[in-house]
Protein backbone atom coordinates (compact mmCIF):
# COMPACT_ATOMS: atom_id res chain seq x y z
CA UNK A 1 0.00 0.00 0.00
CA UNK A 2 3.06 2.37 1.11
CA UNK A 3 4.93 0.92 -2.06
CA UNK A 4 1.58 2.10 -4.35
CA UNK A 5 1.10 5.85 -2.32
CA UNK A 6 5.02 6.11 -2.69
CA UNK A 7 4.14 5.80 -6.39
CA UNK A 8 1.72 7.83 -6.93
CA UNK A 9 3.62 10.87 -5.24
CA UNK A 10 6.44 10.63 -8.27
CA UNK A 11 3.50 10.37 -10.78
CA UNK A 12 1.36 12.87 -9.75
CA UNK A 13 4.65 15.25 -9.77
CA UNK A 14 5.06 14.27 -13.26
CA UNK A 15 1.76 14.25 -14.64
CA UNK A 16 0.55 18.27 -12.71
CA UNK A 17 4.18 19.49 -13.49
CA UNK A 18 3.97 17.97 -17.12
CA UNK A 19 0.47 19.41 -18.32
CA UNK A 20 1.65 22.88 -16.31
CA UNK A 21 4.22 23.20 -18.58
CA UNK A 22 2.32 21.90 -21.78
CA UNK A 23 0.30 24.99 -21.13
CA UNK A 24 2.84 26.55 -23.13
CA UNK A 25 2.39 24.96 -26.40
CA UNK A 26 2.37 27.27 -28.96
CA UNK A 27 2.74 30.04 -26.32
CA UNK A 28 6.25 30.12 -25.82
CA UNK A 29 8.69 32.83 -26.03
CA UNK A 30 10.12 32.25 -29.13
CA UNK A 31 9.87 29.18 -31.49
CA UNK A 32 12.40 27.67 -30.30
CA UNK A 33 11.72 27.58 -26.82
CA UNK A 34 8.08 26.44 -27.59
CA UNK A 35 9.53 23.65 -28.74
CA UNK A 36 11.88 22.95 -25.74
CA UNK A 37 9.36 23.17 -23.00
CA UNK A 38 7.24 21.11 -25.19
CA UNK A 39 9.40 18.33 -24.84
CA UNK A 40 10.37 18.42 -21.31
CA UNK A 41 6.52 18.47 -20.97
CA UNK A 42 6.53 15.20 -22.76
CA UNK A 43 9.37 14.13 -20.74
CA UNK A 44 7.32 14.36 -17.71
CA UNK A 45 4.36 13.03 -18.73
CA UNK A 46 6.25 9.67 -20.34
CA UNK A 47 7.76 9.50 -16.99
CA UNK A 48 3.98 9.89 -15.18
CA UNK A 49 2.89 7.10 -17.84
CA UNK A 50 5.33 4.55 -16.71
CA UNK A 51 4.52 5.28 -13.16
CA UNK A 52 0.67 5.17 -13.47
CA UNK A 53 1.15 1.45 -14.70
CA UNK A 54 3.33 0.68 -12.16
CA UNK A 55 1.12 1.83 -9.42
CA UNK A 56 -1.95 0.67 -11.54
CA UNK A 57 -0.28 -2.96 -11.84
CA UNK A 58 0.09 -2.90 -7.95
CA UNK A 59 -3.24 -1.75 -7.13
CA UNK A 60 -4.83 -4.56 -9.14
CA UNK A 61 -2.98 -7.16 -7.02
CA UNK A 62 -4.79 -5.44 -3.84
CA UNK A 63 -7.39 -7.78 -1.84
CA UNK A 64 -10.90 -6.32 -3.01
CA UNK A 65 -11.31 -4.41 0.67
CA UNK A 66 -8.54 -2.63 0.40
CA UNK A 67 -9.23 -1.32 -3.10
CA UNK A 68 -12.07 0.56 -1.72
CA UNK A 69 -10.56 2.40 0.72
CA UNK A 70 -7.59 3.98 -1.16
CA UNK A 71 -9.35 6.12 -3.82
CA UNK A 72 -12.43 8.91 -2.76
CA UNK A 73 -13.73 9.10 -6.51
CA UNK A 74 -16.99 8.00 -7.17
CA UNK A 75 -16.27 7.79 -10.83
CA UNK A 76 -13.01 5.05 -9.33
CA UNK A 77 -15.17 3.35 -6.79
CA UNK A 78 -18.00 2.21 -9.53
CA UNK A 79 -14.61 1.05 -11.64
CA UNK A 80 -13.30 -0.91 -8.14
CA UNK A 81 -17.29 -1.96 -7.34
CA UNK A 82 -17.31 -3.83 -11.02
CA UNK A 83 -14.32 -5.26 -10.28
CA UNK A 84 -12.58 -4.03 -13.01
CA UNK A 85 -8.78 -3.86 -13.47
CA UNK A 86 -8.04 -0.27 -13.67
CA UNK A 87 -4.97 1.49 -15.87
CA UNK A 88 -2.71 4.30 -16.16
CA UNK A 89 -5.56 6.31 -17.62
CA UNK A 90 -7.81 5.83 -14.80
CA UNK A 91 -5.37 6.75 -12.26
CA UNK A 92 -4.78 10.02 -14.61
CA UNK A 93 -8.17 10.76 -15.73
CA UNK A 94 -10.67 9.46 -12.91
CA UNK A 95 -9.35 10.43 -9.38
CA UNK A 96 -10.28 13.50 -7.73
CA UNK A 97 -8.56 16.55 -6.35
CA UNK A 98 -8.15 15.10 -3.10
CA UNK A 99 -6.53 11.68 -4.77
CA UNK A 100 -3.43 13.59 -6.09
CA UNK A 101 -0.18 13.45 -3.92
CA UNK A 102 1.47 15.89 -6.12
CA UNK A 103 3.52 18.84 -4.06
CA UNK A 104 2.13 22.21 -4.43
CA UNK A 105 4.36 23.89 -6.12
CA UNK A 106 3.62 21.77 -9.52
CA UNK A 107 0.36 22.96 -9.35
CA UNK A 108 1.36 26.56 -9.34
CA UNK A 109 0.62 28.53 -12.10
CA UNK A 110 2.91 29.60 -15.10
CA UNK A 111 1.96 33.00 -14.94
CA UNK A 112 4.85 34.25 -17.03
CA UNK A 113 8.13 32.63 -18.41
CA UNK A 114 10.27 33.64 -14.97
CA UNK A 115 7.86 32.15 -12.70
CA UNK A 116 7.44 29.08 -14.70
CA UNK A 117 10.94 28.70 -15.13
CA UNK A 118 11.60 29.17 -11.04
CA UNK A 119 9.18 26.69 -10.73
CA UNK A 120 10.91 24.06 -13.04
CA UNK A 121 13.99 24.90 -11.24
CA UNK A 122 13.37 24.54 -7.99
CA UNK A 123 11.70 21.17 -8.98
CA UNK A 124 14.57 20.08 -11.86
CA UNK A 125 16.83 20.33 -9.19
CA UNK A 126 15.41 18.21 -6.43
CA UNK A 127 14.14 15.97 -9.45
CA UNK A 128 17.94 15.45 -10.18
CA UNK A 129 18.90 13.82 -7.23
CA UNK A 130 15.79 12.32 -6.39
CA UNK A 131 16.27 9.55 -9.09
CA UNK A 132 19.48 9.55 -8.57
CA UNK A 133 18.63 7.59 -5.54
CA UNK A 134 15.65 5.79 -6.57
CA UNK A 135 17.84 4.03 -9.44
CA UNK A 136 19.33 2.29 -6.21
CA UNK A 137 15.54 1.07 -5.16
CA UNK A 138 14.87 -2.32 -3.89
CA UNK A 139 11.48 -2.01 -6.40
CA UNK A 140 13.30 -2.93 -9.68
CA UNK A 141 10.09 -1.03 -11.61
CA UNK A 142 11.40 2.08 -9.85
CA UNK A 143 14.99 1.69 -10.26
CA UNK A 144 14.65 1.14 -13.62
CA UNK A 145 12.34 4.16 -14.39
CA UNK A 146 14.52 6.28 -12.46
CA UNK A 147 17.62 5.13 -14.77
CA UNK A 148 15.87 5.92 -17.61
CA UNK A 149 14.36 9.72 -16.29
CA UNK A 150 17.90 10.84 -14.88
CA UNK A 151 18.64 11.45 -18.29
CA UNK A 152 15.87 13.66 -19.30
CA UNK A 153 16.08 15.37 -15.70
CA UNK A 154 19.45 15.67 -16.28
CA UNK A 155 18.72 18.14 -19.07
CA UNK A 156 15.73 19.91 -17.70
CA UNK A 157 18.14 21.07 -14.76
CA UNK A 158 20.49 22.15 -17.33
CA UNK A 159 18.24 24.01 -19.29
CA UNK A 160 16.25 25.88 -16.28
CA UNK A 161 19.36 26.61 -14.47
CA UNK A 162 20.25 28.56 -17.76
CA UNK A 163 17.66 30.47 -17.66
CA UNK A 164 17.87 31.40 -14.19
CA UNK A 165 20.96 32.68 -14.76
CA UNK A 166 20.38 33.97 -17.77
CA UNK A 167 16.83 36.33 -16.64
CA UNK A 168 18.38 36.71 -12.95
CA UNK A 169 21.74 37.99 -14.48
CA UNK A 170 20.09 39.77 -16.81
CA UNK A 171 18.91 43.10 -17.07
CA UNK A 172 17.05 45.35 -14.16
CA UNK A 173 13.53 44.38 -15.20
CA UNK A 174 14.13 40.59 -15.96
CA UNK A 175 16.21 40.45 -12.45
CA UNK A 176 13.64 42.07 -10.53
CA UNK A 177 10.56 39.67 -12.23
CA UNK A 178 12.92 36.89 -11.09
CA UNK A 179 13.40 37.53 -7.98
CA UNK A 180 9.96 38.21 -7.03
CA UNK A 181 9.10 34.21 -8.73
CA UNK A 182 11.63 33.00 -6.35
CA UNK A 183 9.91 34.91 -3.53
CA UNK A 184 6.32 33.30 -4.60
CA UNK A 185 7.88 29.88 -5.02
CA UNK A 186 10.14 29.66 -2.62
CA UNK A 187 7.46 29.04 0.34
CA UNK A 188 6.86 25.67 -1.91
CA UNK A 189 9.76 24.10 -1.68
CA UNK A 190 9.79 23.02 1.77
CA UNK A 191 7.30 20.42 0.93
CA UNK A 192 9.30 18.65 -1.46
CA UNK A 193 11.46 17.02 1.34
CA UNK A 194 9.03 16.61 4.03
CA UNK A 195 8.94 12.46 4.41
CA UNK A 196 5.23 11.22 4.58
CA UNK A 197 4.19 8.01 6.24
CA UNK A 198 5.06 6.22 2.70
CA UNK A 199 7.93 8.24 2.16
CA UNK A 200 9.45 6.72 5.77
CA UNK A 201 8.45 3.48 5.03
CA UNK A 202 10.10 3.19 1.57
CA UNK A 203 12.56 4.19 2.45
CA UNK A 204 12.82 1.98 5.57
CA UNK A 205 12.31 -0.84 3.18
CA UNK A 206 14.94 0.28 0.89
CA UNK A 207 12.96 1.58 -1.75
CA UNK A 208 12.33 4.86 -0.98
CA UNK A 209 14.70 8.02 -1.07
CA UNK A 210 15.68 9.47 2.05
CA UNK A 211 14.82 13.35 1.55
CA UNK A 212 16.32 14.72 4.11
CA UNK A 213 19.73 13.61 2.30
CA UNK A 214 18.92 14.81 -0.42
CA UNK A 215 17.48 18.11 0.65
CA UNK A 216 21.67 19.22 1.27
CA UNK A 217 22.29 18.76 -2.03
CA UNK A 218 19.95 20.29 -3.37
CA UNK A 219 19.98 23.56 -1.21
CA UNK A 220 24.07 23.75 -2.55
CA UNK A 221 23.09 23.43 -6.16
CA UNK A 222 20.20 26.15 -5.18
CA UNK A 223 22.89 28.91 -3.93
CA UNK A 224 25.59 27.91 -6.57
CA UNK A 225 22.92 28.53 -9.24
CA UNK A 226 21.09 31.71 -7.75
CA UNK A 227 24.49 33.29 -6.47
CA UNK A 228 25.24 32.87 -10.18
CA UNK A 229 21.68 34.44 -11.01
CA UNK A 230 22.55 37.34 -8.54
CA UNK A 231 19.39 36.22 -7.16
CA UNK A 232 18.84 35.23 -3.08
CA UNK A 233 16.95 33.34 -1.03
CA UNK A 234 13.77 34.83 0.85
CA UNK A 235 14.48 35.44 4.82
CA UNK A 236 10.86 34.21 5.56
CA UNK A 237 11.29 30.30 5.95
CA UNK A 238 7.64 29.51 6.41
CA UNK A 239 6.74 26.51 3.81
CA UNK A 240 3.06 25.52 2.57
CA UNK A 241 2.51 21.92 2.72
CA UNK A 242 -0.53 19.40 2.27
CA UNK A 243 -0.14 18.11 -1.54
CA UNK A 244 1.43 15.11 -0.57
CA UNK A 245 -1.14 14.19 1.59
CA UNK A 246 -3.76 15.40 -0.70
CA UNK A 247 -5.17 19.21 0.65
CA UNK A 248 -4.09 21.08 -2.49
CA UNK A 249 -4.27 24.66 -3.57
CA UNK A 250 -7.50 25.58 -5.31
CA UNK A 251 -5.12 25.63 -8.86
CA UNK A 252 -5.24 21.71 -8.97
CA UNK A 253 -9.19 21.92 -9.47
CA UNK A 254 -8.75 23.92 -12.39
CA UNK A 255 -5.45 21.83 -14.14
CA UNK A 256 -8.23 18.67 -13.31
CA UNK A 257 -11.05 20.50 -14.94
CA UNK A 258 -9.32 20.89 -18.09
CA UNK A 259 -6.60 17.56 -17.75
CA UNK A 260 -9.96 15.29 -17.20
CA UNK A 261 -12.97 16.81 -19.08
CA UNK A 262 -12.46 14.43 -22.08
CA UNK A 263 -12.73 11.03 -20.38
CA UNK A 264 -15.20 12.61 -17.45
CA UNK A 265 -17.73 13.95 -20.09
CA UNK A 266 -17.61 10.82 -22.28
CA UNK A 267 -16.43 7.98 -20.01
CA UNK A 268 -14.29 5.79 -21.44
CA UNK A 269 -13.94 7.53 -24.76
CA UNK A 270 -11.02 6.29 -27.23
CA UNK A 271 -9.37 8.02 -30.23
CA UNK B 1 6.31 45.88 -26.35
CA UNK B 2 4.46 45.09 -29.85
CA UNK B 3 7.97 44.41 -31.36
CA UNK B 4 7.27 40.23 -31.12
CA UNK B 5 5.99 40.12 -34.78
CA UNK B 6 7.81 41.09 -37.73
CA UNK B 7 8.35 39.60 -40.87
CA UNK B 8 11.78 37.38 -41.04
CA UNK B 9 12.54 36.16 -44.67
CA UNK B 10 15.14 33.39 -44.61
CA UNK B 11 18.91 35.10 -45.67
CA UNK B 12 17.62 38.64 -43.69
CA UNK B 13 19.96 38.57 -41.49
CA UNK B 14 22.71 41.27 -41.36
CA UNK B 15 20.88 43.34 -43.80
CA UNK B 16 18.33 44.87 -41.50
CA UNK B 17 20.37 45.36 -38.95
CA UNK B 18 23.11 46.89 -41.56
CA UNK B 19 20.49 49.43 -42.51
CA UNK B 20 20.03 50.79 -39.47
CA UNK B 21 23.08 50.74 -38.47
CA UNK B 22 24.07 49.19 -35.03
CA UNK B 23 22.31 51.29 -32.70
CA UNK B 24 19.61 51.22 -35.00
CA UNK B 25 15.57 51.75 -33.51
CA UNK B 26 14.78 49.20 -36.39
CA UNK B 27 12.77 46.80 -34.50
CA UNK B 28 15.16 43.69 -35.45
CA UNK B 29 18.00 45.07 -33.08
CA UNK B 30 15.99 43.22 -30.05
CA UNK B 31 16.03 40.59 -31.96
CA UNK B 32 18.31 37.51 -31.34
CA UNK B 33 20.48 36.57 -33.94
CA UNK B 34 20.48 34.03 -36.22
CA UNK B 35 22.27 30.83 -35.92
CA UNK B 36 23.06 27.74 -39.01
CA UNK B 37 23.01 24.30 -37.63
CA UNK B 38 25.01 21.63 -38.83
CA UNK B 39 24.37 17.96 -37.36
CA UNK B 40 26.22 15.34 -37.16
CA UNK B 41 23.46 11.78 -38.00
CA UNK B 42 25.89 9.30 -36.63
CA UNK B 43 29.71 9.09 -35.35
CA UNK B 44 32.03 9.08 -38.62
CA UNK B 45 29.59 10.77 -41.18
CA UNK B 46 30.17 14.95 -41.45
CA UNK B 47 28.47 17.48 -40.27
CA UNK B 48 25.24 17.99 -42.82
CA UNK B 49 23.13 21.80 -42.81
CA UNK B 50 20.25 21.04 -41.03
CA UNK B 51 18.18 24.55 -40.67
CA UNK B 52 18.48 27.41 -38.58
CA UNK B 53 16.97 28.90 -35.67
CA UNK B 54 17.31 32.30 -33.13
CA UNK B 55 19.02 32.08 -30.10
CA UNK B 56 20.79 35.14 -27.75
CA UNK B 57 24.27 33.51 -28.08
CA UNK B 58 26.21 29.90 -28.45
CA UNK B 59 25.60 28.12 -25.55
CA UNK B 60 21.70 28.31 -26.43
CA UNK B 61 21.95 28.18 -29.91
CA UNK B 62 22.95 24.83 -29.50
CA UNK B 63 20.60 23.90 -26.74
CA UNK B 64 17.95 24.95 -28.93
CA UNK B 65 19.23 22.61 -31.74
CA UNK B 66 19.06 20.05 -29.63
CA UNK B 67 15.15 20.38 -29.13
CA UNK B 68 14.79 21.65 -32.77
CA UNK B 69 16.32 19.49 -34.43
CA UNK B 70 17.51 16.28 -32.59
CA UNK B 71 13.71 15.06 -31.23
CA UNK B 72 13.68 12.35 -33.80
CA UNK B 73 17.04 10.92 -33.32
CA UNK B 74 18.79 12.80 -36.10
CA UNK B 75 22.13 14.11 -34.35
CA UNK B 76 25.11 12.69 -32.32
CA UNK B 77 26.50 16.21 -32.26
CA UNK B 78 25.84 19.50 -32.79
CA UNK B 79 28.04 22.51 -34.90
CA UNK B 80 26.51 26.20 -34.90
CA UNK B 81 27.28 28.91 -36.28
CA UNK B 82 26.26 32.63 -36.54
CA UNK B 83 24.85 32.82 -39.83
CA UNK B 84 26.20 36.42 -40.30
CA UNK B 85 29.46 34.48 -40.29
CA UNK B 86 28.78 32.82 -43.26
CA UNK B 87 29.45 34.61 -46.60
CA UNK B 88 27.88 33.06 -50.01
CA UNK B 89 28.25 33.29 -53.44
CA UNK B 90 26.26 35.61 -55.60
CA UNK B 91 23.73 33.89 -57.17
CA UNK B 92 24.04 36.64 -60.22
CA UNK B 93 27.56 35.11 -61.09
CA UNK B 94 26.34 31.53 -61.38
CA UNK B 95 26.85 31.26 -64.80
CA UNK B 96 30.67 32.76 -64.77
CA UNK B 97 31.67 30.30 -61.76
CA UNK B 98 29.72 27.14 -62.24
CA UNK B 99 29.32 26.55 -65.84
CA UNK B 100 32.70 26.52 -67.09
CA UNK B 101 33.21 23.43 -65.01
CA UNK B 102 30.08 21.64 -67.34
CA UNK B 103 32.04 20.26 -70.35
CA UNK B 104 35.27 19.32 -67.74
CA UNK B 105 34.44 15.44 -67.68
CA UNK B 106 37.53 14.65 -67.65
CA UNK B 107 37.37 16.45 -63.98
CA UNK B 108 34.90 13.43 -62.38
CA UNK B 109 36.11 10.28 -61.37
CA UNK B 110 33.39 8.73 -63.68
CA UNK B 111 36.56 6.38 -64.94
CA UNK B 112 37.03 4.41 -62.11
CA UNK B 113 35.49 0.98 -61.21
CA UNK B 114 34.66 1.25 -57.20
CA UNK B 115 34.77 -1.96 -55.01
CA UNK B 116 31.21 -2.85 -53.81
CA UNK B 117 32.29 -2.46 -50.00
CA UNK B 118 32.79 1.16 -50.76
CA UNK B 119 30.21 3.76 -49.36
CA UNK B 120 29.62 7.02 -48.41
CA UNK B 121 31.46 8.08 -51.45
Redesign the interface.
Known amino acids: MNQLTYTLQIADNALILGHRISEWCGHGP????D??IT?TSLDHLGQARSLYQHAADMFNALPAEEKKTLFVSAALQAKIAKDEKIDEDDLAYLRDGWDFRNVLLTEQPNKDWGYTVVRSFFYDAYNFYFYTELQKSKDTVLAAIAEKSLKEVTYHL??SS?WMI?LGDGTAESKARMQEAVNHNWAYTGELFEMTTADKEMLAAGMGVDLNAIKTQWQKRVDAVLEEATLSIPANAWMHSGGKEGRHSEHLGYILTELQFMQRAYPDMEW | MNQFINKNLYGDYGDKEQATGASGTHNTANE?PLWEVFIRSKAGLDHKHAGS????DA??AV??AR??YT?RMEGVSIWVVESKYVHASDPFEAASMYEPANDKVYRHPTFYNLPDELTHM
Not at chain 2, 53 to 56: D, I, Q, S, V
Open positions: ILEQIANRWER | WLHAAKMENDVR
